[in-house]
């Protein structure tokens, strides 16, 4: 099992915190790695918030490749940050040679396009990156989208955080969100990419168990969408349902949980708008989970979300302060970055339920 | 002495011989009455015995005619094994044994084919019986509780739309329906499959229809029935019961002309219409239901002379699925206002995916389901050859419809329900979870339905009479005689008791892998010891 973090601030956070939040919670979490979204960037990516930014890891061919493909794309660079690891010896990391964190200026053929069509390139070029190199295998690339900043690594949170200086907080690096995990996919083979949270085209997710219903939701999520690949982890699922559900047929927020757990049939038939969720259950019933997990989720918006399987057979917990909120696995998280927040106030959502953090901080709670 | 003639018909070229114990015999004439083929009779046999009569013993030899019961050589009157005789005797007298040096199958065909009912005897492999529900929740994720744990057992009946077709429009954070979408109904997915009135006895069919409504209005279990082909009572038809009904329309349109005629009469909605196209136990061949089984009731439902009733294999004026579609299923649909879903019934064949490829683009988007009955499907009355030798596995023809759907993304458009030998060895539970595992929405069942009404035939070659209107059991006949032995009630809480456990059978197979509604395509919870069936199927192989 997983243990999954989030933090949402009104004021840049530093990786630290969330470093912080995982940490009393490793005996779930086992510390065979960490991997963490960033968005709502700030230090030294405040001036390009607008601007694409390239999470790569990778060799110094790979980076070579990289570069000949932006360069051949028209993506001008506008700015570059490269951590400096610290190499001391007895680390635990399976580290890549290099780390890349890199905004680009759209090529100059979109400067007349639409931000839908520019999310389109995005997507394109992230996925052609992987593509090339993978089939070198020569790195990885996580994400590519403005203000989002991906890093994943092997081995133990604590000595990737050292290695990445992540305990010292020089202000460059700090986020007004941060989405984290520090586990590597212990169930199947040890792959950066199955590593959460994932993302795609401004939606970022994190989930917390299983979904025994992998095989049917990817078998049709192959068909659905031509960024929806990879399925190194039967988590990919909830994000790529997310982006179908919200993104390409635009339903509001609340159908994702109809979608992914539908109400019993017992249930769904004593209310009102009985119609509209039984031609839901219908069409999307291959994006239906089972199994036990809880998901924490950013949306293009900023908004941070929560919520379970139908069972809740996965803990979660939201706390927080005017200034900050955070979703954590287990409250002890919770506790050791917000000791002074109200614990009455802990929200521990139940199976049909939703929660919703916007960027005010307001926090909404519905059920499904 | 009498010459042998090699040509003469013996007790010894039947299939079944008649054990017969004289000893234990008291002549109470039982097993002669209740035999339905007359394949025994009471008759004198001179026989050399020996007697005591005294009260010391005092044997003597004697020449006596005593009274005896006897197999009958004729074809015609062949002992069937059905086991009726065995059954009623009071002192284990008689019985029915397997003959496997029988010359029948040489000798039986003096007046054209050799004509039965039941099942394929040929074809009773068992693919599924290699396949284990393997992928069992074990510390990665939590069984659930079959006791405690709610389950979703529901199927799809109906078009399903692609979500994007869906006419949803969202306003102020709720989405609310605009247009029409095609009927769906969601229920059991275990559907009473197509049994007529005619080739069943009116009992054994209201028994049948008895449990379907009692396990709808006592348990909750939306089970559905198919009425076969050859209308149904008018009184049910007029009834708020004929919401558990699928009416069947097949190629001779039996009882059709009541239906027609009660529609401006019928309080609700039937829950589907059925259009046979072909059955797994004989495809190609078309309907029949010998004048043996056509009685006055029968004549009157479907409105035909005392006749023997051959549907013809082929809807006459369809040549192509096209035309099917846009003919059979819009006039269908058209007749109940598009508020009932029609789907269609076709034999497993090599065909099947291009048959389902073709209605899963239809641009009408107007069937329902697609059924595939396999060769293990029965049947009330049939050519042998046809039953033997014609027909096609259901499993992996199932299969590949599905997986031919998901590589369009079409899966679960048109829901796929497979027959055919589900049940075969009595637990349908198993079978239909680990068809529904690779891709069947849900199943439908006939055989196993009658034979927890008393029928006793096999896919061994017991009795399979059904086609002669002598069926031993009064479930296959129309003989007010034979009808009577059928106990109606004892029959249909026979069914309720066994889809009762069924039900929870079914849940004791989703909770160990994890699952609160069915595993629609959940290959991978499959595993299976044989590595032909592993890859034909695409499922994990394990030894």
Same mark, same amino acid.
């Given at each position: 099992?997983?243990?999954?973090?989030?933090?949402?601030?009104?004021?840049?956070?530093?990786?630290?915190?969330?470093?912080?939040?995982?940490?009393?919670?490793?005996?779930?979490?086992?510390?065979?790695?960490?991997?963490?979204?960033?968005?709502?960037?700030?230090?030294?990516?405040?001036?390009?918030?607008?601007?694409?930014?390239?999470?790569?890891?990778?060799?110094?061919?790979?980076?070579?490749?990289?570069?000949?493909?932006?360069?051949?794309?028209?993506?001008?660079?506008?700015?570059?940050?490269?951590?400096?690891?610290?190499?001391?010896?007895?680390?635990?990391?399976?580290?890549?040679?290099?780390?890349?964190?890199?905004?680009?200026?759209?090529?100059?053929?979109?400067?007349?396009?639409?931000?839908?069509?520019?999310?389109?390139?995005?997507?394109?070029?992230?996925?052609?990156?992987?593509?090339?190199?993978?089939?070198?295998?020569?790195?990885?690339?996580?994400?590519?989208?403005?203000?989002?900043?991906?890093?994943?690594?092997?081995?133990?949170?604590?000595?990737?955080?050292?290695?990445?200086?992540?305990?010292?907080?020089?202000?460059?690096?700090?986020?007004?969100?941060?989405?984290?995990?520090?586990?590597?996919?212990?169930?199947?083979?040890?792959?950066?990419?199955?590593?959460?949270?994932?993302?795609?085209?401004?939606?970022?997710?994190?989930?917390?168990?299983?979904?025994?219903?992998?095989?049917?939701?990817?078998?049709?999520?192959?068909?659905?969408?031509?960024?929806?690949?990879?399925?190194?982890?039967?988590?990919?699922?909830?994000?790529?349902?997310?982006?179908?559900?919200?993104?390409?047929?635009?339903?509001?927020?609340?159908?994702?949980?109809?979608?992914?757990?539908?109400?019993?049939?017992?249930?769904?038939?004593?209310?009102?708008?009985?119609?509209?969720?039984?031609?839901?259950?219908?069409?999307?019933?291959?994006?239906?989970?089972?199994?036990?997990?809880?998901?924490?989720?950013?949306?293009?918006?900023?908004?941070?979300?929560?919520?379970?399987?139908?069972?809740?057979?996965?803990?979660?917990?939201?706390?927080?302060?005017?200034?900050?909120?955070?979703?954590?696995?287990?409250?002890?998280?919770?506790?050791?970055?917000?000791?002074?927040?109200?614990?009455?106030?802990?929200?521990?959502?139940?199976?049909?339920?939703?929660?919703?953090?916007?960027?005010?901080?307001?926090?909404?709670?519905?059920?499904? | 002495?009498?010459?042998?003639?090699?040509?003469?018909?013996?007790?010894?070229?039947?299939?079944?011989?008649?054990?017969?114990?004289?000893?234990?015999?008291?002549?109470?004439?039982?097993?002669?009455?209740?035999?339905?083929?007359?394949? #025994?009779?009471?008759?004198?046999?001179?026989?050399?015995?020996?007697?005591?009569?005294?009260?010391?013993?005092?044997?003597?030899?004697?020449?006596?005619?005593?009274?005896?019961?006897?197999?009958?050589?004729?074809?015609?009157?062949?002992?069937?094994?059905?086991?009726?005789?065995?059954?009623?005797?009071?002192?284990?007298?008689?019985?029915?044994?397997?003959?496997?040096?029988?010359?029948?199958?040489?000798?039986?065909?003096?007046?054209?084919?050799?004509?039965?009912?039941?099942?394929?005897?040929?074809?009773?492999?068992?693919?599924?019986?290699?396949?284990?529900?393997?992928?069992?929740?074990?510390?990665?994720?939590?069984?659930?509780?079959?006791?405690?744990?709610?389950?979703?057992?529901?199927?799809?009946?109906?078009?399903?739309?692609?979500?994007?077709?869906?006419?949803?429009?969202?306003?102020?954070?709720?989405?609310?329906?605009?247009?029409?979408?095609?009927?769906?109904?969601?229920?059991?997915?275990? =559907?009473?499959?197509?049994?007529?009135?005619?080739?069943?006895?009116?009992?054994?069919?209201?028994?049948?229809?008895?449990?379907?409504?009692?396990?709808?209005?006592?348990?909750?279990?939306?089970?559905?029935?198919?009425?076969?082909?050859?209308?149904?009572?008018?009184?049910?038809?007029?009834?708020?019961?004929?919401?558990?009904?699928?009416?069947? #329309?097949?190629?001779?349109?039996?009882?059709?002309?009541?239906?027609?005629?009660?529609?401006?009469?019928?309080?609700?909605?039937?829950?589907?219409?059925?259009?046979?196209?072909?059955?797994?136990?004989?495809?190609?061949?078309?309907?029949?239901?010998?004048?043996?089984?056509?009685?006055?009731?029968?004549?009157?439902?479907?409105?035909?002379?005392?006749?023997?009733?051959?549907?013809?294999?082929?809807?006459?004026?369809?040549?192509?699925?096209?035309?099917?579609?846009?003919?059979?299923?819009?006039?269908?649909?058209?007749?109940?206002?598009?508020?009932?879903?029609?789907?269609?019934?076709?034999?497993?064949?090599?065909?099947?995916?291009?048959?389902?490829?073709?209605?899963?683009?239809?641009?009408?988007?107007?069937?329902?389901?697609?059924?595939?009955?396999?060769?293990?499907?029965?049947?009330?009355?049939?050519?042998?050859?046809?039953?033997?030798?014609?027909?096609?596995?259901?499993?992996?023809?199932?299969?590949?419809?599905?997986?031919?759907?998901?590589?369009?993304?079409?899966?679960?458009?048109?829901?796929?329900?497979?027959?055919?030998?589900?049940?075969?060895?009595?637990?349908?539970?198993?079978?239909?979870?680990?068809?529904?595992?690779?891709?069947?929405?849900?199943?439908?069942?006939?055989? #196993?339905?009658?034979?927890?009404?008393?029928?006793?035939?096999?896919?061994?070659?017991?009795?399979?009479?059904?086609?002669?209107?002598?069926?031993?059991?009064?479930?296959?006949?129309?003989?007010?005689?034979?009808?009577?032995?059928?106990?109606?009630?004892?029959?249909?809480?026979?069914?309720?008791?066994?889809?009762?456990?069924?039900?929870?059978?079914?849940?004791?197979?989703?909770?160990? =892998?994890?699952?609160?509604?069915?595993?629609?395509?959940?290959?991978?919870?499959?595993?299976?010891?044989?590595?032909?069936?592993?890859?034909?199927?695409?499922?994990?192989?394990?030894?």
């Amino acid at each position: 099992m997983c243990r999954i973090g989030s933090i949402k601030s009104k004021v840049p956070v530093h990786p630290s915190k969330a470093l912080h939040l995982m940490l009393p919670q490793q005996e779930g979490h086992d510390n065979s790695g960490f991997a963490m979204v960033m968005q709502d960037l700030y230090g030294v990516f405040t001036e390009y918030k607008d601007k694409p930014l390239l999470s790569l890891a990778c060799t110094q061919r790979g980076a070579q490749l990289v570069e000949d493909y932006m360069d051949s794309h028209n993506f001008v660079q506008l700015a570059e940050w490269i951590p400096k690891p610290n190499k001391q010896p007895g680390l635990d990391i399976k580290a890549m040679p290099y780390y890349i964190f890199r905004n680009y200026d759209y090529p100059e053929q979109y400067n007349d396009k639409t931000q839908e069509e520019r999310e389109e390139l995005m997507l394109d070029t992230r996925l052609a990156l992987r593509k090339i190199l993978e089939e070198t295998n020569e790195g990885y690339v996580y994400s590519f989208w403005p203000d989002v900043l991906t890093l994943k690594e092997i081995g133990d949170p604590r000595d990737i955080a050292t290695y990445f200086r992540l305990w010292d907080d020089s202000g460059m690096l700090v986020a007004k969100s941060i989405i984290t995990q520090c586990r590597q996919n212990t169930n199947y083979d040890i792959v950066r990419y199955a590593a959460h949270p994932f993302f795609i085209q401004g939606y970022t997710l994190c989930a917390n168990g299983e979904n025994t219903f992998y095989t049917k939701n990817m078998e049709y999520q192959k068909s659905l969408h031509r960024g929806y690949t990879g399925f190194e982890s039967d988590s990919q699922n909830f994000i790529y349902t997310l982006h179908y559900v919200l993104r390409q047929l635009k339903w509001p927020i609340q159908y994702y949980k109809h979608v992914i757990t539908p109400l019993p049939f017992a249930e769904a038939e004593q209310r009102e708008d009985k119609k509209v969720l039984s031609v839901i259950r219908q069409s999307l019933g291959h994006l239906e989970i089972n199994g036990p997990n809880t998901i924490i989720a950013v949306l293009p918006s900023g908004d941070m979300i929560t919520c379970c399987d139908s069972k809740k057979l996965r803990p979660v917990v939201v706390g927080g302060d005017d200034t900050t909120i955070a979703i954590s696995s287990e409250v002890c998280g919770l506790n050791a970055i917000l000791p002074n927040r109200d614990m009455s106030k802990d929200i521990y959502p139940n199976e049909r339920e939703v929660i919703v953090i916007n960027n005010d901080l307001e926090v909404q709670r519905w059920k499904q | 002495m009498e010459t042998v003639r090699t040509q003469d018909i013996s007790i010894n070229d039947l299939k079944w011989k008649i054990e017969y114990y004289a000893d234990r015999c008291t002549m109470c004439g039982s097993c002669v009455a209740t035999c339905t083929k007359n394949a #025994i009779e009471a008759c004198i046999s001179h026989r050399s015995v020996t007697v005591s009569n005294a009260h010391q013993p005092e044997p003597v030899k004697e020449h006596k005619a005593i009274p005896v019961i006897k197999q009958v050589a004729s074809i015609a009157n062949a002992c069937v094994g059905c086991g009726m005789c065995e059954k009623v005797c009071p002192n284990r007298a008689i019985k029915a044994v397997r003959n496997i040096d029988n010359r029948f199958n040489l000798l039986a065909r003096d007046h054209g084919p050799i004509k039965r009912g039941g099942r394929t005897n040929l074809n009773a492999q068992r693919t599924l019986d290699s396949v284990i529900v393997g992928r069992i929740s074990q510390m990665t994720d939590p069984a659930l509780d079959s006791e405690r744990h709610t389950f979703d057992i529901r199927a799809p009946f109906g078009r399903v739309l692609l979500p994007g077709e869906l006419p949803l429009v969202s306003e102020n954070g709720q989405l609310t329906l605009t247009g029409k979408t095609p009927p769906v109904n969601w229920i059991y997915p275990l =559907i009473f499959s197509d049994m007529s009135i005619g080739a069943l006895s009116t009992r054994a069919w209201e028994a049948v229809s008895l449990a379907t409504a009692y396990l709808n209005e006592k348990h909750n279990l939306p089970v559905r029935m198919c009425s076969g082909e050859g209308g149904m009572p008018v009184k049910l038809l007029e009834s708020e019961k004929l919401k558990y009904m699928i009416l069947q #329309i097949a190629s001779g349109h039996f009882g059709w002309n009541r239906i027609i005629k009660a529609m401006p009469r019928m309080k609700v909605d039937p829950a589907g219409i059925l259009i046979k196209i072909g059955q797994g136990a004989k495809p190609g061949d078309g309907g029949l239901l010998p004048a043996a089984k056509v009685a006055e009731h029968v004549q009157a439902i479907r409105g035909v002379p005392k006749a023997t009733l051959s549907s013809p294999p082929n809807h006459q004026g369809l040549y192509s699925i096209e035309e099917s579609v846009q003919k059979m299923h819009l006039s269908l649909n058209a007749a109940f206002g598009f508020r009932v879903p029609v789907a269609i019934k076709c034999a497993a064949s090599a065909t099947s995916v291009s048959v389902y490829n073709n209605l899963l683009r239809d641009p009408y988007k107007i069937c329902g389901g697609f059924f595939i009955d396999g060769i293990q499907g029965g049947t009330g009355a049939a050519n042998e050859v046809s039953l033997d030798h014609t027909g096609h596995p259901v499993v992996s023809k199932l299969r590949e419809c599905y997986l031919a759907a998901v590589k369009q993304g079409l899966q679960g458009q048109i829901p796929l329900w497979a027959g055919g030998g589900v049940g075969l060895t009595g637990n349908a539970a198993a079978d239909a979870f680990k068809m529904i595992c690779l891709g069947a929405n849900g199943v439908f069942v006939g055989k #196993i339905l009658i034979q927890l009404l008393g029928c006793i035939g096999n896919e061994n070659g017991r009795c399979n009479a059904c086609s002669t209107g002598k069926c031993p059991t009064g479930i296959c006949t129309q003989d007010p005689r034979l009808v009577k032995r059928l106990d109606i009630d004892k029959g249909a809480q026979n069914i309720v008791d066994y889809i009762l456990a069924l039900d929870s059978e079914m849940r004791k197979l989703m909770a160990p =892998i994890g699952n609160s509604s069915l595993p629609v395509g959940r290959s991978d919870a499959l595993v299976t010891t044989d590595k032909a069936i592993a890859d034909k199927l695409g499922i994990q192989y394990v030894c």
